[in-house]
């Protein structure tokens, strides 16, 4: 089981889970019911774990010639490939039969959901844009999640809180592809790091990061959001401030604190001031 937590990354659903659940709130002239956060949760938990299977599976080879990730366990066949394979599966199983008890529309999107999370983990290999498509893999659970409340996708407040965790996430992944620079040039894989080389990378993700902050503001307008969403943007915007200010061309020793720490404050606030910002406007009604 502790192997199993590692390959997923169970801690790592931390990134991404609140934004899936503001967007369910968000949806919402009030508060979800329980049984619907339960199975948007149990959605996005199997879809995740699936694929990040599927991530490890396919880049095992990878992972096995990479001083970093060689102890990992398939590369070091503590995880059998089959067994990955079956995990990740069973993963995108419990997913769909989550998703069945949501809007019909979760079920009709999620092939889309399944495909593009299985095509993520083969675009290093061919194009520096894999941060961005990594980016739209978790867009996409703020989508999930404002479908699974009944929202209409037709209005432009999902696509933009869409937008802001998509520039978001590949922002903070292109801060971590930093540290496989020179793998990825050896190995001629793809990443704005290699392609750009480390400083512009660094650029590039700060300008992502303008873009989610520029969206979040953005969201704050379309949907009318009060004074806790507001302090919540401030505070994050601080957070990605303080990431990008630990983090430097020729010092990235602090990388994991940036990726681990900073941004699973940032998803979480961004989590409770929405969430606060909807008690507060339930309540006043």
């Known amino acids: 089981m502790r192997e199993w937590s590692e390959m997923i990354k169970i801690e790592h659903t931390v990134f991404a889970l609140p934004f899936a659940l503001s967007g369910l709130i968000l949806a919402l002239p009030k508060l979800p019911d329980a049984m619907t956060v339960l199975y948007t949760t149990l959605a996005f938990a199997g879809a995740r774990a699936a694929a990040m299977t599927l991530n490890r599976l396919i880049d095992s080879e990878i992972d096995a010639r ?88 037709t209005m432009a407040a999902p696509w933009v809180l869409a937008l802001a965790v998509t520039t978001w996430v590949a922002g903070f992944d292109i801060i971590y592809a930093c540290q496989d620079v020179s793998f990825d040039q050896n ?27 520029g969206s979040l503001f953005a969201l704050s307008q379309l949907l009318h959001l009060g004074i806790a969403y507001w302090v919540g943007l401030f505070l994050v915007t601080g957070m990605l401030m303080y990431e990008h200010s630990i983090v430097k061309k020729d010092d990235l020793s602090r990388v994991n604190a940036a990726f681990f720490t900073v941004n699973g404050v940032v998803s979480i606030l961004v989590f409770l001031t929405i969430l606060i910002d909807k008690v507060i406007a339930v309540s006043n009604n």
């Open 66 to 153: 990479n001083p970093r990730t060689n102890d990992r366990a398939i590369p070091q066949g503590r995880i059998k490939k089959g067994h990955a394979l079956f995990g990740a599966i069973a993963s995108f199983a419990i997913m769909l039969a989550a998703a069945s008890q949501l809007p019909s529309l979760c079920l009709q999107l999620s092939p889309i959901a399944i495909g593009w999370l299985s095509f993520y983990s083969f675009t290093k290999r061919f194009t520096w844009l894999c941060h961005i498509v990594l980016g739209i893999a978790l867009g996409g659970a703020a989508l999930g999640g404002w479908v699974a409340a009944g929202g209409e996708l």
């Open 187 to 213: 190995e001629k894989l793809h990443s704005i790091p290699a392609r750009f080389g480390v400083g512009t990378a660094l650029l590039i993700s700060r300008a992502l990061h303008v873009v989610t902050v």
